[in-house]
């Protein structure tokens, strides 16, 4: 989204992005990937798109680790979508700021810092 819609982000995201560091992790990888090949987003080749991504905005790959699957255990459920509760587990674990527009993930503060 950050790529081919950026105006889709705020102003502060955007700053929080560029004062890095910044994370992209590979569950946001996989989900594009998945959404890319039924046919719900087009980011062109899905392959590529985790490293152009990462190459454009300057971003480090976050992987997903067993300390983020064991930082599910704990989350309310709040929100059901498996890629968006593995997003808010890694940024839980490594103490990260999440970036979303999703409505339903800042349920989670004040366990996890978010930037709409």
Known sequence: ????EPERLSAEAKAAILAGP???SVVSYWEVMIKSMKGLLDVGDPRIWFDET????GLRPLLHRPEHID????LRP???DPFDRAL???AIAED???VTTDSIIPGYAPA???IR
């Open 78 to 80: 709040l929100h059901f």
């Open 22 to 24: 910044a994370y992209l």
């Open 88 to 90: 808010i587990a890694q």
């Open 112 to 114: 996890l810092r978010i």
């Open 54 to 57: 990462i190459q454009t905005l």
């Open 96 to 98: 990260l700021t999440l």
């Open 71 to 74: 930082a599910l255990f704990p």
């Open 1 to 4: 989204m950050a790529t081919s």
